[in-house]
């Protein structure tokens, strides 16, 4: 059967399809114009690979057709360095290090040896930086931890370093880094250092640990002591206090009774002045009415011993002495 015969007129158009072309477009222009950045980021837009702004978390529009590119920095995380040693399954891939047994190996201020672990916590501070500053700043982080932590180790002598000098190293590194940081421009923030483990070499921990644990025993023997002597002495001074106090006031009745007896002896010698014949027989009397009742029966004789004269009344019938 013959084909029929086209008129020049009824062709076709090459271009007749490209009509639908701009209803295709609109749709891939609307999916790579349209971008989220998660919550604990920001993104950072790069416009013909030029630096052109950051935006905040949330829905955003950018030019298709890779006009603009969107790079997510995750600016609300905490990230971390471990040096000499490492956790299983970290997230971070420059969490770890390459060598843990060398980071963690220094040499000390007295040129003895200790194994150094720590770990440095920080965040991107600045996303710009963070991207085109330096070519690699996690690492650069990671070797600036290292030179710091060994400058500031290496300054001091190892009991310094394993028992009381922790605190210190950890300020004054944590000081240094941020210093070196900023110098460098990283875009980091530097939130902390920590040591974690801090030990002597292995041929060594053992009788490192003797002496330490004969430190500790020390220290608790003296702390005993120290305890017996603060429950011994506050009670020996109490007693003390409370002798000195009764001393006191014994001393002070003593006092104030002589004074007593002796103002009532300068009242008795005044009326002796006046009346000596007078004063002398009162004395006498108040003496004897003091002293016989306490004698009992007594008899009194003369030198003849002829007649017995009864000196107290009812005594004649009582036995006495002579």
């Keep these: 059967m013959a084909r029929p015969m086209l008129l020049p007129g009824d062709r076709p158009s090459p271009l007749r399809h490209l009509r639908w ?14 971008y989220t950045v998660p919550a604990d980021g920001v993104g950072v837009v790069l416009r013909w690979g030029r630096y052109q702004s950051t935006q905040e978390p949330g829905l955003h529009f950018k030019l298709p057709f890779g006009v603009d590119e969107v790079t997510i920095v995750q600016t609300r995380r905490q990230l971390k360095l471990e040096f000499g040693f490492h956790t299983l399954d970290a997230t971070n891939p420059r969490q770890r290090g390459q060598d843990p047994e060398r980071e963690r190996s220094m040499v000390t201020g007295d040129l003895n040896a200790a194994l ?35 400058e500031v180790v290496g300054d001091r002598t190892v009991d310094e370093v394993i028992t009381i000098g922790r605190q210190e190293i950890e300020n004054v590194a944590l000081v240094r880094l941020r210093e070196m940081s900023k110098a460098y421009q990283l875009g980091f923030v530097i939130d902390l250092v920590q040591l974690k483990n801090v030990n002597p070499p292995r041929d060594v921990q053992a009788s490192f640990n003797e002496v330490n644990k004969a430190e500790q025993d020390r220290e608790s023997m003296i702390n005993v002591a120290n305890g017996e002597y603060n429950k011994a002495v506050p009670r020996a001074q109490g007693e003390a206090a409370q002798r000195i106090s009764e001393a006191e006031g014994y001393r002070l009745k003593r006092v104030n009774e002589a004074l007593g007896d002796a103002t009532a002896f300068q009242a008795v010698l005044t009326e002796y002045v006046k009346a000596p014949d007078v004063t002398r027989t009162r004395l006498y009397l108040e003496t004897m009415r003091e002293v016989l009742p306490q004698l009992g029966g007594k008899w009194i004789v003369d030198e003849r011993v002829t007649q017995l004269l009864p000196l107290l009344p009812g005594a004649a019938g009582q036995g006495g002495g002579k």
């Design 21 to 34: 072309l701009p209803l295709l477009l609109i749709p891939i222009a609307l999916l790579t114009a349209v």
């Design 116 to 150: 150094v672990e720590w770990v440095v916590q920080y965040r991107i501070d600045d996303p710009r930086l963070f991207l085109f500053q330096v070519r690699d700043p996690a690492t650069t982080l990671r070797d600036l931890s290292e030179a710091v932590m060994r």
